[in-house]
């Protein structure tokens, strides 16, 4: 099926299966009760969901394929932002121009840090990204602020030309992105008893665009081009002493990377036409590392694992407070309920970085691998279960 084997076939028909559905899977609990916390199937951290799937997935294809570690994808990132909000200001408020040309500047941009950055490998390939990256936030914070709006960020305006399009609609105010008319904050609620599903064009879009990449990203890694990458982290050296040049195939896994990261930056965009030098900080770097990583790297779907992981816990766990913390142990004695709160308030809200960070400790230790190795390990477990009930049954025809 679309000249994938039966089992990439099997993980692409997942991601579908879990993006086209995601406002139903995502929305669990119904809207009154205590659990509707958990929920996370509304368009804005659903869009972002797919988003920093599209955005791991390619850091997966540099670090997941060639082992090269890159703390400075974020300046992509926001380069795909700024140049989607530059197109939102001066063409048209369609989302098509506007992602086309994140991809093509980001592109060109991973093209000119790849090129420096690949002369050194390892760590200092790594430095040398952070530094790039660093560089460019400083750029955009302050040097370029003609471009950039410094730290107010850039946004748009009633003063935009807009060739293409209407500067103001009929009301005076900045008219909303839009693919061919269809506006991307366009949401249609849908009631079902106590449950509420919201289904977003702008999350669609975004559901689509990652089905795709993670599409490509199947076939690059089943291409001869992606077992060249396996070679360069497997054996880089031995590699070249074959004859074979590796530079071509790691600065061409560099600037795939960056174009993936730039358009996750043009659909952020997209979703919000607000574009800021914060996107470009190393600590959005850290994260798309931190995704790979918890996910499973080098697997296909981890990085999407990954990421949805983190921004649940970014979105929803964060915002859980002493409140709701004593309405869900309000059945306690009062003593007892404000020991349990005191006891669990430094891993909630403000502190959910902790309670994330000893999650991928663990991670780390015990599932080397990410989430994908436990999700591996738990179906050999089951099928482990499985196949001596089947052998009792023949053994024991009677029970």
């Given at each position: 099926?679309?000249?994938?084997?039966?089992?990439?076939?099997?993980?692409?028909?997942?991601?579908?299966?879990?993006?086209?559905?995601?406002?139903?899977?995502?929305?669990?609990?119904?809207?009154?009760?205590?659990?509707?916390?958990?929920?996370?199937?509304?368009?804005?951290?659903?869009?972002?969901?797919?988003?920093?799937?599209?955005?791991?997935?390619?850091?997966n294809i540099l670090f997941g394929l060639t082992g090269y570690l890159s703390f400075g994808h974020a300046a992509f990132l926001g380069v795909g932002s700024y140049s989607a909000v530059w197109m939102f200001k001066l063409l048209s408020m369609n989302v098509l121009p506007a992602i086309i040309l994140s991809v093509i500047i980001a592109g060109l941009f991973a093209l000119v840090i790849g090129?420096?950055?690949?002369?050194?490998?390892?760590?200092?390939?790594?430095?040398?990204?952070?530094?790039?990256?660093?560089?460019?936030?400083?750029?955009?914070?302050?040097?370029?602020?003609?471009?950039?709006?410094?730290?107010?960020?850039?946004?748009?305006?009633l003063d935009d030309p807009?060739?293409?399009?209407?500067?103001?609609?009929?009301?005076?105010?900045?008219?909303?992105?839009?693919?061919?008319?269809?506006?991307?904050?366009?949401?249609?609620?849908?009631?079902?008893?106590?449950?509420?599903?919201?289904?977003?064009?702008?999350?669609?879009?975004?559901?689509?665009?990652?089905?795709?990449?993670?599409?490509?990203?199947?076939?690059i890694f089943r291409s001869p081009f992606g077992m060249m990458l396996r070679a360069v982290k497997s054996n880089q050296q031995r590699m070249n002493y074959t004859g074979l040049n590796s530079k071509p195939y790691t600065l061409a896994a560099f600037v795939i990377s960056g174009m993936y990261a730039g358009l996750a930056g043009g659909l952020m965009?997209?979703?919000?036409?607000?574009?800021?030098?914060?996107?470009?900080?190393?600590?959005?770097?850290?994260e798309v590392v931190l995704m790979t990583i918890l996910g499973g790297a080098g697997t296909l779907i981890g990085p999407v694992l990954g990421a949805g992981f983190i921004k649940y816990f970014e979105n929803i766990f964060s915002k859980i407070n002493d409140?709701?913390?004593?309405?869900?142990?309000?059945f306690m004695p009062d003593g007892l309920e404000d020991f349990v709160v005191f006891l669990v308030h430094p891993f909630i809200g403000k502190g959910w970085h902790l309670t994330l960070g000893i999650l991928f400790m663990l991670v780390v230790v015990f599932l080397p691998g990410g989430l994908v190795e436990g999700g591996q390990r738990i179906a050999g477990w089951v099928r482990g279960k499985k196949k001596p009930d089947a052998h009792q049954s023949e053994t024991n025809p009677a029970e």
């Open positions: 099926m679309f000249g994938l084997n039966k089992k990439d076939t099997s993980l692409l028909l997942i991601v579908i299966v879990l993006t086209l559905f995601a406002p139903f899977i995502l929305n669990p609990f119904p809207t009154g009760s205590g659990l509707a916390q958990f929920n996370a199937g509304y368009p804005d951290l659903m869009q972002r969901f797919a988003i920093f799937g599209i955005f791991a997935v390619g850091f090129y420096i950055s690949l002369r050194r490998s390892g760590i200092y390939f790594s430095i040398l990204t952070l530094a790039f990256a660093q560089m460019s936030f400083s750029l955009a914070y302050s040097v370029l602020t003609p471009i950039t709006n410094g730290e107010t960020g850039l946004q748009l305006t807009r060739v293409l399009g209407v500067t103001s609609t009929a009301d005076g105010s900045i008219p909303v992105t839009n693919l061919f008319g269809i506006e991307m904050r366009s949401t249609y609620n849908l009631a079902v008893g106590p449950w509420d599903f919201q289904f977003n064009m702008g999350y669609y879009l975004c559901a689509l665009v990652l089905i795709a990449a993670f599409y490509l990203s199947i076939r965009a997209s979703m919000d036409p607000l574009a800021g030098a914060e996107r470009m900080q190393w600590t959005a770097s850290g409140n709701i913390l004593h309405s869900w142990f309000s």
